[in-house]
């Protein structure tokens, strides 16, 4: 525990705080009232700190779990390829009675009689691409059909863990993921050495730090985890004076329903990673790097500490990197389930020991007050392996792949009603969603059409199959011409995507077929952000929560005429009014789904009055029937000793 | 530089509304835009606490000037600088003015925004308004008449929250009226430096709590009821007590310490239902501590004295008021000066002080002095001198020692019988080691008070008075700011306004001569006392003056993030100067004069 806590700056120590609950609930199963009250008292901090953040992070759990704890992924992908009947199957072969999860986010773990297994239905696990998939312990299973569900209980040894990997289709690119899937390949330094790892630090130690960020500026490099920020940009916001110690902070929160990239670098190519961010360190001067690696990832987080150390043996981390004379230390940092701390803020927070709350930007822009009220730079996963590949061929070289303000390849991870889902390094925009769906992920099922991409992410807008898209294109000599496309036609790129109405994003690719129910679709989406909303501001909060309920009457028949046009403004009444781009995130699928597929909202809203609520009572009534807590009265002698009445 | 831009740093051009003001610089946009007429709602914001800007009330439009090529301003066809509006609407409550910045607080935008805010707001709210507390100072009824719809679209089941929970002693708390503003959390963090708030769970379900072991129960707990915008923190003491809208509300301080805390006393037909803290930056910022606020229960104590009395055979018996003072003169005039013990109290107004000090004058008395009155203080208000004039008594009375440095020298002199005449203004002589039989053997024993005790009964006069809430007057607080208290209540029974009682015992042993009302009294001290000079009550003001000149503590500041050193810094000074004037109180507290 002590180790954990010396990871963090001394006048620092409440970031120590994540560290110590998941240790103490690795110990002990679950965080009980007597460890809040210990972490408190050991980080100097309030009991309420601590219950704050056990109750915000999902994974946190307050009660026992089974002997053997199964999450099942309940997020579109994993919804669409039978991950309910999975976790269905799981309650029936083990006993469990698993109340559907109606309202309220708390205690959805159903633990089975004799104690021996739990069960929990979790948002995506980052493994889209091998949908429908569960977790059991630390090790994630995929493609768990919902049949064999008997199987992996039964053995689970057995039911040995295949990753899914694929060789590269002829339209790949592969730069980042070259390594990925290789039969040869393992995470040790020694297979990455040998495969002239570690050149590229040992390449940007010699040069200075303005070339590096220069050269990453030239390359044109956006940043891969959603934004599409220019990273030469970011970077360049450094003073290179600066005097506040600056910070480098990997995300690798990968959270965003449909995107499954992130996961296989850290787990597979853990050593480009470091590289890239060693690099980046010694550009930006930061001496400390911590990588926000989400909490699903466990395994993927202790891979990570052990090539942190392998690197240190080899001096490529620590005192005097290879004789530089510049120090880094790399720290990687456990998530606990909440999807926020992707957002860049939330992320420096949670950090920080807090509830993942986005910061006000103004004036919180983290390369100005971020982590400890420092200058910090957050990229993604990604985003900082493309840096090692822009030292090694040069930011105009690198600037060549993919199109003008589209540079370099990036991974197109596709899910959902495709035949061969899976991840695809493309040069960005040299390949378009037709190829994409229809070439690299095999195309739809037998009889089945094409009915609607969410291209980025499951925040992007939908696109729907039969639309036209008017997009301009700039020609050559400087005019622009108006071009109708369709879907099939949008080139897999930054602008293509913003200019369809859309965005890259995080760059998940969700494919619907005709099969889909639009309304099914939009409530699982909306359930996701409901439950994600860190509940801070009141559009968000309120707003996420409430198309969830919408919808979600809408599926159970109770729909009324009024329903599309209220989702509609709810969403609009959210986005740009928020904190962080949550709010647009959670807006902008209710938003372009009820209005591309009016009709099928249309159909499910066409009763003239709501279906009658439960019954409502008063809050008196409630506390007789015991549903509202009241809590006892705190006895305090202090105060009354300083001045009840008549102290005259 | 030339002249022109040397003063410009000082002061920003902003646009408001169409109007371009002039506001110094580090004004935030929400403030600007109230001084310049145009009121932003908000919840979140409060001015003294950081700003999270998380209820997304204040959002407004902003632009800035179009810069041409040459880097200046575009200028339209009025001479006016074009603006760019940001396409998206801003906070107005976490930035401060920038030179050239325009906002717009009423477009049909904003306007669309708030109302969408409100709904958001409401529709988990409960419609709780007939049987809530805040119920005509609640921010989101006001709002929601002033910027919502009346109409709800919310057709699901309301979220359920706990109600009634009791988070401390003093404060309850309803979940399900809370809109999550973290007002009281960074109250508790920022101000009170005691964290014990927090929200758990998420999303819409999240939840405002204090740990289970350990509660709302500082001494600053009931700020936090004051600053909830909603209904949703109660004084457990106010509670369901009185609707708002039917008290009374007096200005006021506070006299239970030193500090004296500026306040607004709330009544109705003459009965004190609560104290609430008035904003002075140059005493108590927005705040006030529990035991100040609450501490005029006694004021409606069965203990009151509500008649005069005169001893008689032995007994006690009710009098009329001439009948009270003849006698009490009287029975003083028996005796020379040095046989005459005058024990005052810190907790008199000048006024009060002033004329004691003629009774004293007239009857030759060298025995005089208040009781001191020392407690535990904290580095946030409460000051460790519990007596709320202490300063007052020492610039008045005269005397040359520190005030109640002689306290126990005069108890001696009553226990060894030196002193056979004993006045008590609105004290306890039970504190001061006189055995009860003794009091009872003075031939002259005569109280002023408010309360009955055990050495009531022995005196020979007893003349009831009047509380702080009862009456006008004037005092110094602990860091020299002369301040005035006013009467939110008239006394019960027939318990007189102490300063008329000074006035007529001074009259009746024959020192005085006309003074007609306190602001004559009031004029005497300014024509005696150099540090009132050229001062009148009116003239001091709601918010007081500083006549001492001592360190002036820095005002409570808002502890905003963006100033996080600075505030830091503040606090550090704020507890270095009271550590030096608690290492030196004589020193530092007599001052140059
Ligand atoms: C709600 C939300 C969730 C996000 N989740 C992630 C994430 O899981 N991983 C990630 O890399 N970026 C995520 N981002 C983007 C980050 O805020 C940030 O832009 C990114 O890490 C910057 O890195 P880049 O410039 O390399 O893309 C998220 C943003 C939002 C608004
Ligand atoms: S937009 Fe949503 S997620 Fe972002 S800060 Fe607001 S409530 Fe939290
Ligand atoms: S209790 Fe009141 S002050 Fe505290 S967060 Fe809720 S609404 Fe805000
Ligand atoms: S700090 Fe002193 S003056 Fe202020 S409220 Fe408390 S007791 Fe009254
Ligand atoms: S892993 Fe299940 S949806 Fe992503
Ligand atoms: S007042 Fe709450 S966001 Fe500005």
Redesign the pocket.
Same mark, same amino acid.
Request: hydrophobic fraction near 25%; aromatic fraction near 6%.
């Given at each position: 525990m002590d180790a954990a806590i010396g990871l963090y700056p001394q006048d620092h120590r409440r970031s120590a705080a994540m560290p110590l609950l998941h240790l103490w609930q690795e110990h002990f199963g679950f965080i009980s009232d007597e460890a809040v009250l210990w972490i408190a008292e050991k980080l100097g901090l309030q009991p309420i700190n601590i219950l704050e953040l056990v109750t915000f992070y999902p994974m946190f759990r307050q009660q026992p779990a089974g002997k053997t704890h199964i999450r099942v992924c309940c997020t579109l992908s994993c919804a669409m390829a039978g991950s309910f009947e999975l976790m269905e199957n799981l309650c029936a072969d083990l006993g469990i009675q698993h109340q559907s999860d109606g309202e309220g986010i708390h205690n959805p773990i159903a633990v089975s009689a004799d104690g021996n297994y739990s069960v929990e239905f979790v948002e995506c696990l980052a493994s889209c691409g091998t949908a429908p998939v569960c977790m059991i312990g630390e090790q994630l299973y995929e493609k768990v059909s919902p049949e064999s569900a008997a199987d992996i209980l039964l053995n689970p040894q057995s039911a040995i863990r295949n990753p899914q990997f694929h060789s590269p289709h002829p339209l790949e690119h592969r730069l980042t993921f070259k390594n990925i899937g290789r039969a040869d390949w393992t995470t040790d330094i020694d297979c990455y050495l040998h495969d002239g790892g570690y050149e590229q630090l040992k390449q940007g130690l010699t040069m200075s730090r303005s070339d590096i960020v220069n050269k990453v500026k030239n390359s044109g490099l956006?940043?891969?985890?959603?934004?599409?920020?220019s990273?030469g940009l970011?970077w360049s916001f450094i003073k290179p004076d600066e005097k506040r110690p600056v910070y480098l +902070?990997c995300?690798?929160?990968?959270?965003?329903p449909g995107?499954f990239k992130?996961r296989y670098i850290v787990h597979y190519d853990p050593h480009q990673l470091l590289e890239g961010i060693l690099i980046s360190c010694y550009a930006l001067n930061a001496h400390t790097a911590y990588i926000y690696v989400?909490g699903e990832f466990p395994v993927g987080a202790k891979i990570l500490e052990r090539a942190i150390e392998e690197a240190r043996a080899h001096n490529f981390v620590g005192k005097n990197i290879l004789g530089s004379r510049f120090d880094t230390e790399i720290y990687v940092h456990r998530g606990a389930g909440a999807? +926020?701390?992707? $957002? $860049?803020?939330?992320?420096i927070e949670s950090l920080e020991g807090k509830r993942g709350y986005?910061r006000i930007k103004p004036p919180y822009f983290p390369a100005v007050l971020g982590l400890y009220m420092c200058p910090t730079i957050?990229?993604?996963?990604?985003?900082?392996c493309h840096v090692k590949h822009i030292i090694a061929m040069g930011g105009a070289e690198y600037a060549r792949l993919g199109r003008p303000n589209n540079t370099g390849t990036r991974i197109v991870c596709v899910s959902g009603d495709v035949q061969r889902p899976g991840y695809f390094e493309i040069e960005v925009g040299a390949v378009t969603m037709g190829q994409l769906i229809y070439e690299m992920a095999g195309g739809l099922r037998p009889g089945r059409k094409l009915k609607a991409v969410i291209p980025g992410g499951s925040?992007a807008k939908v696109l729907r199959a039969d639309e036209r898209f008017k997009l301009k294109r700039r020609q050559t000599d400087g005019s622009t011409v108006e071009r109708e496309i369709s879907i099939d036609e949008i080139l897999m790129d930054f602008d293509s995507l913003t200019a369809a109405g859309s965005m890259a994003g995080?760059g998940g690719v969700i494919v619907l077929d005709d099969s889909r129910d639009m309304v099914w679709v939009l409530n699982n989406i909306n359930e996701f952000y409901a439950h $994600?909303s860190c509940g801070q501001c009141t559009p968000c909060r309120e707003g996420s929560l409430w198309m969830k309920k919408i919808t979600d009457r809408m599926l159970r028949g109770g729909g009324v005429v009024e329903d599309p046009e209220t989702l509609k403004t709810i969403g609009d009444n959210i986005a740009g009014r928020t904190i962080?781009?949550?709010g $647009?995130?959670c807006a902008w699928p209710t938003q372009s789904f009820v209005e591309k597929f009016s009709e099928e909202f249309a159909a499910r809203a066409q009763k003239p009055v709501p279906p009658p609520l439960p019954p409502e009572y008063t809050p008196e009534e409630l506390i007789e029937r015991d549903e509202i807590s009241i809590a006892p009265l705190a006895h305090d002698p202090g105060w009354e000793k300083a001045g009840t009445a008549g102290t005259i | 530089m030339s002249d022109s831009t040397d003063t410009a740093p000082l002061l920003s051009n902003v646009q408001v509304d169409g109007v371009w003001h002039q506001f110094p610089k580090g004004t935030r946009v929400i403030e600007a835009c109230e001084k310049a007429g145009s009121y932003v709602p908000r919840y979140c914001y409060h001015k003294k606490l950081s700003s999270p800007g998380n209820c997304r009330m204040c959002l407004i439009e902003m632009g800035f000037p179009r810069l041409g090529p040459d880097r200046k301003p575009e200028l339209g066809a009025d001479g006016k600088p074009i603006i760019n509006w940001m396409p998206r609407p801003q906070i107005s409550c976490a930035q401060d003015v920038a030179e050239g910045m325009a906002v717009r607080t009423n477009s049909p935008l904003v306007k669309e925004c708030q109302r969408g805010v409100m709904e958001f707001l409401l529709i988990n709210h409960p419609l709780d308004c007939p049987i809530c507390d805040q119920a005509g100072e609640c921010r989101l009824q006001e709002f929601s008449v002033d910027y919502g719809d009346s109409k709800s679209r919310f057709l699901e089941n309301k979220v359920k929250k706990p109600k009634n929970v009791v988070l401390g002693p003093r404060v309850t708390l309803d979940d399900e009226r809370c809109i999550l503003c973290s007002r009281c959390i960074r109250f508790c963090q920022e101000i009170a430096h005691d964290d014990v708030l927090g929200f758990v769970d998420r999303g819409s379900y999240t939840v405002l709590t204090a740990h289970p072991g350990k509660r709302l129960e500082n001494n600053y707990s009931l700020n936090t009821v004051d600053i909830c915008p909603v209904g949703a923190l109660t004084s457990t003491d106010f509670r369901f007590k009185m609707r708002v809208w039917f008290l009374k509300e007096t200005k006021s301080i506070c006299t239970s310490c030193a500090t004296g805390c500026n306040t607004i006393i709330g009544t109705r037909e003459d009965v004190i239902y609560r104290q609430t803290p008035r904003e002075n930056d140059h005493v108590n910022s927005c705040w006030m501590c529990d035991y100040g606020r609450l501490n005029f229960y006694y004021l409606q104590s069965d203990q009151r004295l509500l008649e005069p009395q005169i001893r008689s055979e032995g007994k006690l018996v009710p009098t009329d008021w001439p009948s009270a003072i003849a006698q009490a003169a009287l029975q003083l005039k028996q005796f020379s000066g040095p046989e005459i013990g005058i024990i005052a109290s810190g907790r008199m107004t000048n006024e009060e002080l002033w004329l004691t000090s003629q009774l004293a004058k007239s009857l030759g008395v060298q025995w005089i002095d208040i009781v001191p009155r020392r407690e535990p203080g904290d580095d946030i208000l409460l000051s460790e001198d519990r007596n709320p004039n202490t300063n007052g008594a020492r610039l008045i009375l005269g005397s040359t020692s520190e005030p109640g440095a002689k306290l126990m020298a005069i108890a001696d002199a009553v226990k060894s019988g030196q002193v056979k005449a004993l006045v008590i203004l609105k004290e306890n002589t039970m504190h001061l080691g006189i055995p009860v039989e003794q009091l009872a053997q003075l031939p002259a024993f005569i109280m002023v008070n408010i309360l009955s005790n055990e050495a009531t009964e022995k005196a020979t006069v007893v003349l009831p008075a009047c509380g702080f809430a009862e009456k006008r007057g004037s005092m110094i607080n602990g860091r020299g700011r002369l301040q005035r208290l006013n009467r939110g209540v008239r006394p019960p029974g027939n318990a007189r306004d102490d300063w008329e009682i000074l006035r007529d015992l001074l009259q009746a042993v024959g020192g005085g001569d006309s003074l007609l009302s306190i602001d004559d009294v009031f004029r005497r001290i300014s024509e005696t006392v150099p540090q009132f000079a050229g001062l009148t009550l009116s003239k001091i003001g709601d918010l007081g003056v500083h006549i001492l000149q001592m360190e002036e503590l820095p005002p409570m500041h808002p502890s905003d993030e963006e100033k996080i050193e600075q505030a830091v810094a503040i606090q550090t000074t704020r507890r270095a100067i009271r550590q030096q004037l608690h290492d030196a109180p004589k020193a530092a507290a007599v001052g140059t004069h």
């Open positions: 956006r940043g891969r985890g959603g934004a599409g920020f990273c970011k +902070i995300n690798a929160d990968e959270s965003e995107t992130d989400r999807y +926020i701390c992707g $957002e $860049e803020t939330g992320l986005p957050v990229n993604n996963v990604e985003t900082l925040s995080s $994600e962080c781009a949550f $647009e995130a | -």
